[in-house]
């Protein structure tokens, strides 16, 4: 069964923090995805990466990085969390030219910062 | 530019009920439509899609029909089980050669025995 994985379900992090949320796909997948899902906002791209070590801003990226080193793995990076930054985030993977299949999800991160 | 707009919930339905979720979008070109479902505690699962306008997508007993006419991809179900309570979302793309979409903010959906 093809798999997005998110290492961690639930992160308790202090603010001030730098935290790092992976996510690793199996599918040989070009493209991946973080997302940020907060109530009555839905989802909201925060950035995207095409091919390793390429990435572009989505529509939220201040207050993150990424890095993709390897084509199945991208991390998401928050260099000095904030409670702000509280928030269910989503990884999720595709190929190029597929995109009417959608997006493989991993079963997300709850971050809390505190 | 591209948008999703779904309705707002929660919506509460009663075991065996009709369910209808709206769900309209604007787009500039002609991307695919699909329902994401999320139950709760997970990510997010395809839950049925549309690749063209008329195209009917259907999986589980939900469906939904890509209109253009009145750009809108409303899920149906005729009668909703308790294992149905989840957050729907409603998606359009892909938008470019990134394979981006753009997702509705979600309905959350509880049903009562």
């Known amino acids: 069964d093809v798999k997005v994985t998110q290492s961690s379900r639930y992160l308790v992090k202090r603010t001030g923090e730098k935290v790092f949320l992976e996510c690793v796909q199996d599918m040989d997948h070009e493209n991946m995805f973080w997302y940020r899902q907060d109530p009555g906002l839905g989802l909201r791209l925060i950035y995207f990466?095409?091919?390793?070590?390429?990435?572009e801003k989505g529509d939220i990226p201040e207050g993150y990085s990424v890095s993709r080193e390897k084509k199945e793995r991208f991390s998401l990076i928050l260099e000095s969390a904030s409670t702000n930054q509280t928030s269910m985030y989503l990884c999720a993977s595709s190929k190029p030219g597929t995109g009417f299949y959608g997006y493989t999800f991993g079963s997300g991160t709850r971050l809390t910062v505190v | 530019g591209d948008s999703v707009t779904q309705m707002e919930g929660p919506v509460t339905l009663s075991e065996e009920a009709f369910l209808t979720i709206n769900c309209t979008y604007t787009?500039?070109?002609?991307?695919?439509l699909f329902w994401y479902v999320q139950y709760p505690g997970e990510g997010l699962q395809l839950l049925l899609k549309a690749t063209k306008a008329d195209d009917k997508g259907s999986n589980k007993g939900f469906e939904a029909t890509y209109r253009k006419e009145t750009t809108s991809f409303h899920l149906e179900k005729g009668s909703v089980q308790v294992s149905d309570s989840a957050v729907y979302f409603c998606a359009l793309g892909p938008l470019d050669n990134f394979n981006k979409f753009y997702f509705g903010s979600g309905t959350k959906l509880n049903v009562k025995p």
């Open positions: 787009a500039t070109g002609y991307p695919s």
């Open positions: 990466s095409y091919d390793v070590k390429m990435k």
